[in-house]
């Protein structure tokens, strides 16, 4: 999935994948990447126009959509 890369100090990038409604962050702190499964693509279209992502991801997206770390690389 291609992500978009955010200057953010909480989100490094993010991507989406209408198909499959499929959400994908990497987080800046850590370098972590998640999945948030079945994000309509409206949340997602106001995740990334949303002044404050972070606090948008935190109301909306966490906890909300079945999520999952993904393995790192290397």
């Given at each position: ?36 499964d079945n994000v309509p693509e409206d949340i997602w279209y106001r995740f990334r ?26």
């Amino acid at each position: 999935m291609k992500r978009i890369m955010w200057a953010n100090p909480m989100i490094k990038s993010a991507g989406y994948d209408a198909q499959q409604q499929m959400l994908e962050i990497e987080f800046a702190n850590n370098g972590q990447i998640w999945q948030f499964d079945n994000v309509p693509e409206d949340i997602w279209y106001r995740f990334r126009s949303h002044h404050l992502p972070e606090l948008f991801f935190h109301n909306f997206i966490m906890g909300h959509y079945p999520e999952r770390r993904m393995q790192e690389m290397g």
